[in-house]
């Protein structure tokens, strides 16, 4: 067994009504940011899977994502392999040291 | 007869449940969200609150608790289940009726009276309405219905829209932004039931207006419906 990490974004399906989303554009003026549009907010959830198999602990997030983590009547949601020993701050801090 | 009301962690309209049952003359019953066992009551309310916190997204986790197990399959006999704002939401998670509840468009949480009217007085759950609007309370921050534009033609068609937001004159309040539509939901949909009739859902609280003393009784046209509905299909079984 070995221990797979995932992290499942969530965000609004194209076209639903993103009132949060909305309020971060409309606050954007008060930063004098003028060139941001399109700003869609959801929601990101990081978790471990252990498993035989990389596809067996692909089976389990997808299915977490479907009925859970996501409705997919009003999001989507897309799944994004992480390292196995990275937590939210060590991949956050990555992102932005190269 | 005995009507159960769920409890969840974080109900909190479970005690305004609870009184106006006892209120229309039937016995409460409280049920706990760790057992599925229904304990053989005529009917559920699925009460207000924010279910385990409301985490992920409102009614999500709950539908995942043992007492959701009992309650589907209580749906699926035929038996009447009334979700009241967060327990809307529960059941719109839980798939039991059609739609989703989204952020409010206003970003704001709503807390006040609004009226809603009964879009057909046929169904189980408006059986004993006057037809007139009711003014009654919401306290939600996600309660904009949402489906897409093909599923909102079949529920109407179908005559699963039970409830409009109105505006003073009775005529539902269709723009999301009117004040009369607190929250903007499509085509000014304040309650669902599912196609076969029997499981139903509506952000406003119609038992925090049970007894004059809170100011109205409007709600009992509701709560009775459901005490009604639920005695006939005790009696039919």
């Known amino acids: 067994m070995s221990d797979f990490r995932y992290a499942v974004n ?89 | 007869m005995r009507i159960g009301v769920v409890i969840f962690p974080d109900s909190n309209s479970d005690v305004d449940a609870l009184n106006a049952l006892a209120v229309a ?39 995942f608790s043992p007492v959701m197990r009992g309650v589907s399959a209580f749906a699926a006999e035929g038996g009447h289940v009334l979700g009241i704002c967060n327990g809307f939401q529960v059941l719109a998670e839980s798939r039991l009726v059609p739609g989703a509840l989204l952020r409010n468009r206003s970003l704001r949480f709503a807390c006040k009276l609004v009226d809603i009217k009964p879009a057909r007085l046929d169904s189980p759950f408006t059986r004993a309405a006057t037809g007139k609007p009711l003014h009654i309370p919401i306290a939600h921050g996600e309660g904009c219905y949402y489906a897409d534009e093909a599923t909102l033609d079949e529920l109407e068609a179908n005559g699963q829209v039970l409830f409009h937001y109105v505006r003073e004159d009775g005529t539902p309040a269709l723009d999301p932004d009117e004040p009369a539509n607190p929250n903007g939901s499509l085509r000014a949909i304040a309650g669902v039931c ?44």
């Open chain 2, 25 to 63: 003359g039937v016995e409460p019953v409280k049920l706990w969200h760790e057992s599925p066992d229904l304990e053989g009551v005529s009917a559920v309310i699925l009460p207000g609150g924010f279910a385990y916190g409301d985490y992920l997204r409102a009614g999500v986790i709950a539908r």
């Open chain 2, 194 to 237: 599912n196609s076969a009739g029997n499981v139903a859902g509506l952000m406003p609280h119609p038992e925090r207006m049970s007894e004059w003393i809170l100011g109205s009784d409007d709600g009992m046209q509701l709560i009775r419906s459901l005490v009604e509905s639920a005695a006939a299909w005790e009696a039919a079984r």
């Open chain 1, 10 to 98: 969530v965000l609004p399906k194209p076209g639903i009504l993103d009132p949060q989303g909305r309020a971060v554009e409309l606050s954007l003026p008060h930063l004098n940011v003028t060139n941001v549009s399109r700003v869609r907010v959801g929601r990101r959830v990081e978790l471990t899977v252990t498993a035989d198999s990389e596809a067996a602990a692909l089976a389990v997030v997808d299915a977490l994502a479907k009925e859970m983590l996501s409705n997919p009547l009003i999001e989507t949601y897309a799944i994004e392999p992480l390292e196995a020993t990275s937590s939210a701050v060590s991949s956050a801090s990555g992102a932005t040291q190269p």
